[in-house]
């Protein structure tokens, strides 16, 4: 290939991913140092009378009011709390499927993804069906005698961690099971020949080599959870101020475009590292799986 | 066994009950989402005359396919660039960002393209905020997918068959058009697909980036969700399960296909 054809490949993509994507992060740090105004756009220019006007006011609101600092806990809190819901169901959906058939086992896999690629928005909307005071749940329960009157399903925590564990779920399933189907079976072959019980080569062979799935599973439920919106905004109530819908009611809401730039600042931040873990452990998956 | 079986059928009821109980009730009589109280199609109908919805579908649709073309283009050069040039200069910078795409949280990447478009409004013969800008938002989430599974695809790719048809005479034109494009067409039919189904599917960027006058069909039903249930909505979910559910299934299948051509 000649040298302009290359650099036509890498310059195309390249420069879109520049305009559209470098540069809104350069805007976003930008506004986070301005201040909010009435006007068109609602913030004050960094620069004028070619004095430096930026400030951290933003940042130093942000410690102050507890309320984004509650944001950010609960966020955390839900995600983690997702991330573990998801691992608990994920990892001995992914040993089952592991577990069967050869041939069972990429209709499984695709069964697993299917939901997971029809819309998000519905699936998050069906919930709010099954878990308001009227919804099926409080329904079925009350019909069992389970229960006298509904209980107080949504909105809640519970509900926004439910949404977000069902709504990520695949993406916990498919990397521990490509970690699983590496192992060589061989290895617990010969820990039974040596005495090893079911339970024994699991704890010791199986649990251990499959980890790396386990750790990419979470980085990909832990990730998006964290910044999510649509299920807070959903499912949740006033009491569930997660980040992702902070941010949107700042600017949205407040028409405060500078704090909620501050705010995704911080956020961005608080992602760093697991977000440059998580891409790591993508490639390994990808490879894993294809 | 039975075990493996028991948590196979619980997970699958646990993720397909709530797509199953939307499905259900779309065909309900009563505007009670809750109560069964006879079968019906009326929603549908009603869908159908709802202009608000019908429109709102109809510039989704047009923005879909749109971005999702920008997209395959973008993404196929982004997969080409990293699979085939090997060390260039800026390359981790660009894989960087490439990954960056698709695990920024919506809300993050919204804003800050939200910014920029504010800030570009001023350069002249800038489109303004609207259905333009919320293709580029789109296409720009879609080429990273492309990107991963073109690389993906080119990765795993006999190079004896391009390097057979130069030693046989064929310019490096022809054997890209008559080798290395029908083996990646898979490939970039698949990343067509994805990229269309985020499109048609996103609420978040769609929102933050597009003017009064652009309202997609996610954004009419998360305004609708907002307001709590609603048959119609049903019924649209129901309609957008079966396109999504035949739109994946063709996905798999084209990027299934590879697998036995590569053998």
């Known amino acids: 290939m000649n040298g302009l054809v290359r650099r036509l490949l890498v310059a195309v993509p390249a420069l879109w991913l520049l305009v559209f994507f470098g540069l809104p992060f350069a805007f976003i740090l930008k506004v986070a140092l301005s201040q909010a105004v009435v006007a068109q756009p609602p913030f004050t220019p960094l620069f004028q009378d070619g004095a430096f006007q930026g400030s951290l006011a933003n940042f130093a609101l942000l410690v102050e009011d507890d309320l984004y600092f509650d944001a950010i806990l609960a966020s955390l809190r839900l995600a983690v709390t997702s991330t573990v819901a998801c691992l608990l169901l994920g990892y001995p959906m992914a040993w089952a499927i592991a577990g069967t058939a050869k041939r069972w086992r990429a209709p499984l896999l695709a069964l697993v993804a299917l939901p997971f690629a029809t819309s998000f928005l519905i699936r998050v909307y069906a919930w709010i069906g099954l878990l308001r005071p009227t919804g099926l749940v409080n329904e079925a329960l009350q019909y069992l005698g389970l229960i006298d009157g509904p209980l107080a399903l949504m909105p809640s925590d519970f509900a926004v961690a439910l949404g977000m564990t069902y709504t990520y779920l695949p993406f916990m399933v498919l990397p521990i099971y490509a970690s699983l189907e590496k192992i060589d079976p061989a290895y617990a072959f010969a820990a039974a020949d040596l005495g090893a019980r079911p339970g024994r080569v699991f704890w010791s062979i199986t649990l251990p080599l499959s980890l790396p799935g386990v750790l990419a599973g979470s980085l990909f439920v832990f990730v998006p959870s964290v910044g999510e919106f649509v299920v807070p905004e959903l499912l949740g109530g006033p009491g569930t101020p997660m980040i992702g819908k902070v941010i949107w009611q700042e600017f949205f809401n407040n028409r405060d475009w500078p704090l909620a730039s501050a705010l995704a600042v911080v956020l961005l931040i608080l992602l760093a590292y697991p977000i440059s873990r998580a891409q790591r452990a993508e490639a390994t998956t990808a490879r894993g799986l294809s | ?263």
């Open chain 2, 1 to 263: 066994m039975s075990l493996r079986l028991l948590i196979l059928g619980f997970v699958f009821a646990f993720l397909y009950g709530p797509i199953l109980w939307i499905v259900v009730f779309s065909f309900n009589e009563g505007r009670l989402v809750t109560l069964w109280s006879g079968f019906s199609t009326k929603w549908y109908g009603e869908l159908m005359r709802n202009d608000r919805l019908v429109d709102a579908a109809g510039l989704s649709l047009v923005i879909a396919a749109v971005s999702a073309t920008l997209a395959t283009v973008l993404g196929a050069l982004s997969g080409f660039a990293l699979a085939r040039l090997g060390k260039f200069k800026g390359r981790l910078l660009f894989a960087g960002a490439l990954g960056a795409v698709l695990t920024l949280p919506e809300v993050i990447l919204g804003l800050a393209q939200l910014l920029a478009f504010v800030a570009l409004d001023d350069l002249p013969g800038w489109p303004g905020r609207g259905a333009a800008t919320i293709v580029a938002a789109h296409a720009t989430l879609g080429m990273a997918y492309v990107a991963l599974v073109v690389q993906a695809r080119l990765a795993d790719f006999d190079r004896s068959l391009e390097e057979a048809a130069l030693d046989l005479g064929a310019t490096p034109a022809m054997v890209f058009a008559t080798v290395t494009l029908p083996l990646i067409l898979p490939a970039l039919g698949g990343g067509w697909l994805i990229s269309f189904m985020i499109s048609l599917d996103d609420v978040v960027l769609a929102s933050f980036v597009s003017g009064p006058g652009a309202t997609t069909l996610p954004m009419v039903v998360f305004s609708s969700a907002r307001l709590g249930l609603n048959p119609q909505i049903n019924a649209l979910a129901t309609l957008m399960v079966g396109v999504g559910a035949i739109a994946v299934l063709s996905a798999v299948w084209l990027l299934g296909r590879k697998q036995e051509h590569a053998r």
